[in-house]
């Protein structure tokens, strides 16, 4: 590898290593072992300090540290970027090797998310030999398009940063609110029965009231107090899988959930809402048990006031002349960070629309751009 690869050239090598999440794909961890690999040998490469770190999918997180240099700002910065990415819907070959045209970057996991993790990389390389850097940890990330867990494991690092940003596709803007995620699931159970003698309760009619709860539960959340700048909290019923035949219904049959809720609400308080309301509804008619291990990513409310967000801020507006900070629905990191940081957010290069879309593609001024503004962020006097 030649040391001195521009953040365009290590963008296209990233996106030419296939890395797709392997609880997504065909299982296959070479991938995202292989950009660890390269992510480790250029920081080290380029003189900066470098570390493994197990997670709990068994993958490694690469963690790149600098100290604080003399004059430099105390408080530490976190930025993170997944290494990880979404399959494709189709086995394109447009997909699987990276190209320029007209300016962009085309490739699986072109925005979402090398592109950033080509900018914190070469952000912390220049940070490294300004004597104003402040500290910093720059974390290339496992497991993001599902389980989270190596945004997760970063909480047994040890430190408390003033400020953690995960570089994620947003159009360089900075996103400061953002939904919880909770997937789960609800066991339904009756009596399987043959259509000729259809008696006792059939598990197709007893998890449609509960989705029929599930509407009326929806239209309540939109009755509750707006969050200034997200929409009303909401359970998506994503799938239903039963085991009956061709003249049998079924003895159990299973609903897949999807719900996002507010900041201030934890997943257990916004499913023990949702639990007791299907319980209203449904009168004790219908015999259910939840799951008891859903899939949870936490949501995220930055703190405006916190001075490195309000330092970020100005170095945004110093580079592309706006700052309009947004919320979104999307999943991130963000709220896993927020947990063990002072302020957390997203912001990055490409637009968040592409993602997982099988034209993905990010522009690449926008990847200068990001680069620049993590460089000042990690400098700044
Ligand atoms: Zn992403």
Not at 59 to 66: D, E, G, K, L, P
Not at 194 to 200: K, L, M, R, T, V
Not at 204 to 220: D, K, Q, V
Not at 323 to 342: H, I, M, N, W
């Amino acid at each position: 590898m030649a040391p001195s690869r521009t953040v365009r050239e290590v963008l296209l090598d990233l996106v030419a290593i296939p890395s797709v999440n392997p609880s997504l794909g065909d299982t296959d961890t070479s991938g995202e072992t292989e950009v660890a690999a390269y992510v480790e040998a250029h920081l080290r490469g380029m003189g900066v300090e470098v570390q493994l770190q197990p997670a709990e999918c068994g993958r490694q997180n690469v963690i790149a540290h600098i100290d604080r240099g003399p004059n430099a700002l105390r408080g530490v910065i976190l930025l993170t970027a997944h290494m990880d990415t979404y399959p494709s819907s189709s086995d394109n070959a447009l997909q699987r090797y990276p190209r320029i045209h007209n300016g962009r970057v085309y490739g699986r996991g072109a925005a979402d998310c090398k592109a950033s993790l080509a900018t914190i990389m070469e952000a912390i390389i220049r940070a490294s030999r300004c004597r104003d850097r402040r500290e910093a940890y720059v974390v290339a990330t496992v497991d993001e398009e599902y389980g989270l867990s190596g945004a997760k494991a970063l909480a047994h690092l040890g430190v408390r940063p003033q400020l953690a940003i995960t570089s994620e596709p947003t159009s360089l803007v900075p996103i400061v609110a953002q939904k919880g995620i909770v997937r789960s699931s609800i066991l339904v159970s009756g009596n399987a029965m043959h259509a000729a003698y259809p008696h006792g309760q059939n598990v197709l009619n007893s998890a449609a009231r509960i989705l029929l709860a599930t509407e009326s539960f929806n239209t309540s959340l939109q009755q509750l107090p707006a969050h200034l700048s997200l929409s009303p909290a909401t359970i998506v019923p994503t799938r239903l899988i039963g085991n009956g035949g061709m003249n049998v219904s079924p003895a159990t049959a299973t609903l897949w959930f999807d719900g996002r809720f507010l900041p201030g609400t934890s997943a257990e308080q916004f499913l023990a809402s949702f639990r007791n309301f299907i319980d209203a509804e449904t009168a004790g008619s219908v015999r259910y048990e939840f799951a008891t291990s859903p899939f949870v990513s936490p949501p995220n409310e930055c703190p405006l006031s916190n001075a490195a967000v309000q330092k970020f801020f100005e170095c945004v507006r110093n580079v592309t002349r706006r700052c309009r900070p947004e919320a979104f629905s999307y999943g991130s990191e963000a709220g896993v960070l927020a947990q063990f940081s002072d302020a957390s957010l997203v912001f990055g290069p490409g637009d968040p629309r592409c993602c997982h879309a099988d034209d993905e593609y990010v522009d690449l001024p926008d990847v200068d751009c990001a680069t620049t503004i993590y460089e000042r962020l990690l400098t700044v006097a």
